[in-house]
């Protein structure tokens, strides 16, 4: 993979196809680089004109933003290909708490570090990386993505503080926000808490919903696995009453829906929840590959989308998946709903990730964004080159990124 790190000074990108992700597709396009940001994206005929600074032809490629992996928890990358799937939500959380207390920080960090690798040849840029422990901070901090850092709170008994947590974080590539885990693993009062730390400091806030349906039936009822799990890790609280609600209901019920909301999952939703979600204007955070690691089904793409909403894409981690690649997200989905505009993945993949994630000045090639870029091969010469791109095998041959 070639790279391409950009200064202050004037570039010119060419590639056989661009997607700018805001605008159609261009045919033989360029991508114009100065100071540090997009200045002109069109026609190479047209820009190669007026351009006066060095040009670069990436080839027969297509060129678009890099990838958004909205959603991923790179501690546990050390329990890839360790859990195989069960068709148990619960009995897989139970073998992930079982395993990765089987390791030591060092090969934590060690395979953390080689996932961090993996998302930069696989094209991903910006990540919502969802972190227990603050091990990936040091990571990330060394490495070139832009990201937004979820601390995770999981804490059904609802006692944590949260004016310990940190709340300025003065990196240029980096937010830190926090995550409640789940509607289950975090106490009602605690999980508004923490939307109105995040909501007061406008950062993302992100939390897992209707993954599963013993979720459901322990938010309808207080019942099921998810009941077992509490009382046997001494977190289930006493005075706690089933909402009687849905997932996404019952955190509509507590107000921590809104656009700055990343619910991720969101598989098992009913056509009231999807109203809910779209009269919020949340981000839901799709993961399919995972989704179907575990058993428990395909989020319901084609109703999301009619219902206006944005979603996002996220690998989940390698405890339930077998790669950190959005470009298989993105391939999963589309055999599963060929009938969506290839486009449309595109834009899950890139520029809505930026957007749920917060970066107005990423996933889009267009005046004004930071040129973060990578050029993809494949086949993309039929009448419709951007479902020809996501149909076929592809590869990331080269990424542009600020050398900052
Ligand atoms: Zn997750």
């Known amino acids: ?151 995770e709170i999981i804490d059904f008994r609802g006692t944590t503080e949260l004016k310990d947590f940190l709340a300025r974080f003065p990196e240029a590539r980096m937010v830190y926000a926090l995550s409640p885990h789940a509607p289950y693993t975090v106490s009602p009062v605690l999980i508004q808490a923490i939307k109105s730390w995040t909501r007061r400091r406008g950062r993302p806030f992100s939390i897992h919903v209707a993954e599963s349906p013993e979720e459901t039936l322990f938010l309808r009822d207080g019942s099921g696995p998810i009941r077992f799990l509490l009382e046997e890790r001494g977190q289930f609280h006493p005075e706690f009453r089933a909402p009687g609600l849905s997932p996404v209901a019952y955190l509509d019920r507590l107000g921590v829906l809104d656009d700055r909301t990343i619910c991720v999952h969101v598989v098992q939703v009913s056509p009231e929840d999807i109203e809910i979600l779209a ?38 981690s390698l405890a339930s998946n077998d790669r950190l690649s959005i470009l298989s997200e993105m391939e999963v989905l589309y055999y599963a709903y060929p009938e969506i505009p290839p486009e449309t993945y595109f834009l899950m993949g890139t520029l809505w990730g930026a957007e749920a994630l917060g970066r107005r000045d990423l996933g889009a090639l267009a005046p004004g964004f930071r040129p973060e870029m990578i050029a993809l091969s494949g086949s993309f010469s039929g009448s419709d080159p951007v479902r020809g791109l996501l149909e076929g095998p592809k590869k990331v041959e080269a990424r542009i990124y600020e050398d900052l």
């Open 279 to 316: 009269r919020r204007r949340v981000r839901p955070c799709l993961c399919p590959r995972s989704n179907v690691f575990l058993g428990v089904g395909l989020p319901p793409l084609p109703d999301l989308l009619r219902a206006g909403l944005r979603p996002c894409l996220g690998t989940d």
């Open 1 to 151: 993979m070639e790279e391409y790190p950009v200064s202050r000074k004037p570039v010119l990108f060419r590639a056989r196809l661009i997607l700018p992700m805001q605008g159609p597709p261009v045919e033989n396009g360029a991508v114009a680089v100065e100071r540090g940001r997009i200045v002109a994206v069109g026609p190479y005929s047209l820009l190669r004109r007026t351009f006066s600074g060095r040009s670069v032809d990436l080839g027969e490629v297509a060129l678009l933003p890099a990838l958004a992996n909205a959603h991923t928890h790179l501690e546990l990358s050390v329990l890839r290909f360790r859990l195989t799937p069960t068709g148990s939500f619960v009995t897989w959380v139970k073998s992930l708490l079982r395993k990765r207390a089987e390791f030591s920080l060092e090969e934590v960090r060690r395979a953390a570090g080689e996932a961090l690798k993996e998302l930069w040849r696989e094209g991903v840029g910006l990540l919502g990386e969802v972190g227990n422990t603050g091990l990936t901070l040091a990571l990330l901090r060394e490495a070139p993505f832009f990201t937004v850092y979820f601390r």
